[in-house]
């Protein structure tokens, strides 16, 4: 590293220092209305259900079902296509083969303060099975029974699409919301046999979603075209509900809650605005300190460790093209942290070690150099084993379909995933935190420093703690 | 330049003298106080609302317990900060987790009921035991894997200075750490959640760190001094060598981790002080059992296996 020149410090501060603006602005292009992200900036940064606000909820099938893996994969379709429709669209939905799980997790609903979760999550997990029956035969409790529970029609399988309309059912009556269906071939045979017989019979159809009757029309006309109407006292919107349920599918079976977890946002923002001002404070100060007791390479070390914040959020934010954005929790915050606490550690012990080799007489540049290789095994060996803590972190609690879960599968092979996703985010934040210390604790800082130490006026061995000996 | 000159290893018998008794005092305090394992591990129900005016916590209690078809609650009250709302949690464990359909339920009862009070869902956690259970051994293997993991790295890195040996003084500075944090966790009354695995596993890591920075001093003091210095003299020269550096680190994370502490008390953010206060005494424990456990702890275990084995000696 003798052959660092002068100007490689401004250069890498320069670069640090526009590196940090662009991260924590991005670059977003403003033509008129419309907007496009070029570069994400730290308000692209996507925050977990713990602050922004949102809903843990994983489901299993109820006691004494084993569930196929091919009913899981429906399942979870089915779940997926129910929360598009409520309007939630940035949801996350893994299903776990091995313990029959299905984890789903999506943030408050944006503008919505009374947003209902508990519905949400009760609507999720209904199994939404759509049948028409023959008759209207029901016991006390209002339950499907006899010849009823024995003729199912048509299913839900048998619909190709349903949606809502405003018409008459016929010509007698007053124009309804209804929910319209338009069956496949295999439903319009069956619907035009059974109207056929019920028709002669002067019988009736009762439509059910699971076991709530919607309605019970008496056969007046054999319907061979395939369509089929549903009314049943529909608004706009229960018409509308009734036909998404229809669209997105049944369940094949009730899913129940094995873990269930809300935060509203309020709570959650609370904390985000915590952990901010304790980072803005806890950055001064640490800054202060490096400056008082190291001098010149304590304000180096604040330069890079500048550039590790904001290239730990970049990698967060989705800053980089090649790389997704990952979810920040609080627990990831504390990653951060952490790794920040451990680029003041590499800078302590280079600048320590700068101090002693001064103190033993060696030369201002023989001190940097020497005090820089030596420090270097140190903080080598303890950042690999915090890198180690972490990637097991990101193994464990990792989603199922993540590098680090699979690697790591022949360890927690015999556990499901667990709902505590979020300490993932810490294992997340720490490792590329600690990677990056690396980077700009070792190197940059070695750069910047050897290239200061060449300037007539940054001689002073005193600049560097150096004894009045040195 | 300030120099230290403590014998540290000369001490040792104080030093481990305090860690026994601060253990003892961890392990002694769980029969005394008992733990509190959260709901994240024992599974269980806990739902919070917010409410405005005055609510009798005895009558909502029956509420609930109808609501839930007899099923025993707990209702607790108090403040939230961040709204200055006053809460409302009610909590229950039982067998099988309370289904969504129980809790949209009971969320309608008391919203009908305190329709007055203008009732708001907060924050609710509802785990089923067997999933609790599942999530804290996962956690356990997790710790142990990590340990084996980095026995085998410090055995690799540091063969010159007795490797395995050394890699298992590091891991018993560990678990030590672990104990303190989890005595912690029990004196203070605070439940074992997931914020507890989180501090243990950043402990881990922060205080294997420390270690390592000092083992890697005694590495390079064994090649300088290996004939003119006894390991005892090498291993405090390594230590005092590497405390400036060991007290400023701590300094600065352990500040950290005080102000994140001190924002987290003023703003009442109780997830973030279970999290921020034990990594304080995590870190103090940390450097501690780097400084004065684990090299000296070396330093006797060498010495009883050069007894064992003197033809090994070189």
């Known amino acids: 590293m003798r052959k660092v020149k002068k100007p490689v410090f401004f250069i890498v501060f320069i670069l640090i220092a526009l590196f940090t603006v662009s991260v924590i602005f991005g670059f977003t292009y403003y033509y008129g209305d419309m907007s496009t992200v070029y570069i994400k900036g730290v308000n692209n940064i996507r925050f977990g259900i713990d602050i922004k606000g949102g809903v843990d909820v994983t489901f299993t099938p109820p006691e004494g079902v084993d569930a196929t893996e091919d009913q899981l994969d429906s399942a979870k379709e089915v779940i997926v296509q129910r929360m598009i429709n409520l309007g939630i669209t940035d949801y996350e939905c893994y299903i776990d083969k091995n313990t029959d799980r299905i984890i789903v997790r999506f943030p408050w609903k944006e503008g919505e303060a009374n947003f209902d979760p508990e519905s949400a999550v009760k609507e999720l997990g209904e199994t939404a099975q759509l049948t028409f029956r023959e008759g209207d035969e029901r016991d006390s409790s209002g339950v499907y029974t006899g010849v009823t529970a024995e003729n199912v029609i048509l299913e839900g399988k048998d619909v190709r699409q349903a949606y809502a309309g405003y018409q008459n059912a016929d010509e007698s009556s007053a124009a309804q919301y209804v929910v319209v269906l338009k069956l496949n071939d295999e439903g319009t045979k069956k619907f035009a046999d059974a109207t056929k017989k019920l028709y002669e019979e002067g019988g009736c159809i009762s439509i059910w979603m699971d076991e709530t009757m919607i309605s019970a029309p008496t056969v007046s006309a054999v319907i061979t075209d395939g369509n089929a109407i549903i009314e049943g006292h529909f608004d706009a919107d229960s018409s509308k509900q009734l036909a998404d349920k229809i669209n997105s599918g049944a369940l094949p079976f009730k899913l129940v809650t094995a873990s269930f977890s809300t935060i509203s946002p309020s709570l959650g923002a609370g904390a985000l605005e915590a952990m901010i001002i304790a980072g803005i404070i806890a950055f001064a100060l640490i800054a202060v300190f490096m400056i008082v007791v190291y001098r010149l390479p304590g304000a180096v070390a604040v330069i890079s460790i500048t550039g590790q914040i904001a290239a730990t959020l970049a990698f967060v934010s989705g800053y980089f093209g090649f790389m997704n954005s990952s979810i920040l929790t609080i627990p990831g915050i504390a990653g951060i942290i952490l790794a920040v606490g451990m680029g003041v550690d590499a800078n302590i012990i280079t600048s320590e070690r700068i101090k002693e080799e001064l103190y033993n007489g060696k030369t201002l540049d023989g001190a940097v150099n020497s005090g820089f290789k030596r420090a270097f095994t140190a903080i080598l060996d303890g950042n690999v084993t915090t890198v180690i803590v972490a990637i097991i972190l990101m193994g464990a609690f990792g989603t199922p379909d993540s590098i680090f879960s699979k690697l790591l599968s022949f360890v927690f092979f015999m556990f499901g995933q667990s709902t505590a996703g979020m300490i993932y985010s810490f294992g997340f934040t720490l490792a590329v935190g600690v990677l990056l210390n690396l980077f700009f604790g070792v190197l940059c800082t070695r750069l910047m420093l050897t290239s200061l130490s060449k300037f007539r006026i940054m001689r002073n061995p005193k600049l560097y703690g150096g004894g009045k000996n040195a | ?314």
């Open chain 2, 1 to 314: 330049m300030r120099k230290f000159n403590i014998d540290f290893v000369g001490k040792r018998k104080v030093f481990f003298t305090i860690s026994i008794v601060l253990i003892a005092v961890s392990i002694l305090s769980t029969f005394i106080f008992g733990v509190k394992l959260d709901i994240q591990f024992k599974g269980g129900t806990l739902i919070t609302y917010l409410y405005d005016g005055d609510i009798d916590t005895a009558e909502f209690e029956k509420t609930a317990e109808d609501a839930l078809g007899g099923l025993a609650v707990n209702v607790t009250t108090g403040k939230d900060f961040s709204t200055g709302k006053n809460n409302i949690q009610i909590s229950l464990v039982s067998n099988t987790g309370l289904t969504s359909d129980k809790q949209y339920e009971l969320s309608n009862v008391i919203q009908e009921k305190y329709a007055a009070n203008s009732i708001e869902l907060v924050e609710s956690t509802d785990i089923s035991p067997s999933s609790g259970k599942e999530f804290f051994q996962k956690c356990l293997v997790a710790v142990a894997f990590a340990s084996i993991l980095l026995v085998i790295y410090i055995a690799v890195r540091f063969k010159n200075i007795g490797g395995w040996l050394a890699g298992a003084c590091a891991v018993i500075a560990l678990i030590h750490d672990c104990i303190i944090v989890y005595g912690t966790f029990v004196v203070a009354h605070m439940s074992i959640n997931a914020n507890f695995m989180a501090v243990i596993l950043t402990i881990l890591g922060y205080s294997i760190n420390d270690t390592i920075i000092t083992y890697d001093r005694i590495r390079e003091n064994q090649q300088l001094y290996k004939k003119t210095m006894t390991r005892a003299e090498i291993v405090n020269l390594s230590i005092n060598q590497t405390l400036v550096r060991s007290i400023n680190t701590s300094i600065t994370t352990i500040a950290t981790m005080l102000v994140v502490t001190i924002v987290a008390v003023i703003y009442g953010i109780d997830s973030i002080l279970s999290f921020s206060l034990p990594m304080v005494v995590g870190m103090i424990s940390g450097v501690y059992s780097s400084v004065c456990i684990a090299s000296p702890l070396w330093v006797v275990l060498e010495g009883i296996r050069e007894k064992k084995k003197p033809a090994a000696k070189k």
